[in-house]
């Protein structure tokens, strides 16, 4: 089972501070929208996710069918068969993907200590 592209998604209390910051440690603008409170920077093949009042804690985010580009992959494992995979081993999904559906969708899950996960397809 491929997650897809791995970013960590911060919870900031100031998206402007926070930019700035990690611009100093090299980060570079990728994506995103300042006016609706979220960033995208990427130092490398290092990406982070900046997000003022969108999520309670930081999470870790995986993106099937992207790249670390957030380029489209021809061949990837779809959300829902990664869910289907998980279900059968047990593990406990928070929010599910609809299954009856193709193209974008999300699950999101907890791991043991309480660090939430979002697996998040774009494509």
């Given at each position: 089972m491929n997650l897809?592209?791995?970013?960590?998604s911060l919870t900031v209390k100031d998206l402007a501070a926070s930019k700035q910051f990690y611009e100093q440690?090299?980060?570079?603008?990728?994506g995103g929208n300042e006016a609706q409170n979220?960033?995208?920077?990427?130092?490398?093949?290092?990406?982070?996710?900046?997000?003022?009042?969108?999520?309670?804690?930081?999470?870790l985010t995986f993106n099937p069918g992207w790249d670390e580009n957030a380029q489209p992959l021809q061949v990837f494992d779809d959300v829902r068969?990664?869910?289907q995979t998980m279900r059968q081993k047990?593990?406990?999904?928070n929010t599910m993907?609809?299954?009856t559906t193709v193209g974008p969708a999300f699950?999101?899950?907890?791991?043991?200590?309480?660090?939430?996960?979002?697996?998040?397809?774009?494509?």
């Open positions: 897809g592209a791995f970013s960590m440690l090299g980060f570079a603008y990728f979220w960033l995208i920077l990427k130092n490398g093949s290092c990406v982070i996710g900046l997000f003022q009042g969108m999520f309670e804690k930081n999470m068969k990664i869910q047990g593990v406990t999904i993907a609809d299954e699950l999101t899950l907890t791991d043991p200590d309480g660090n939430p996960i979002l697996i998040d397809q774009h494509v």
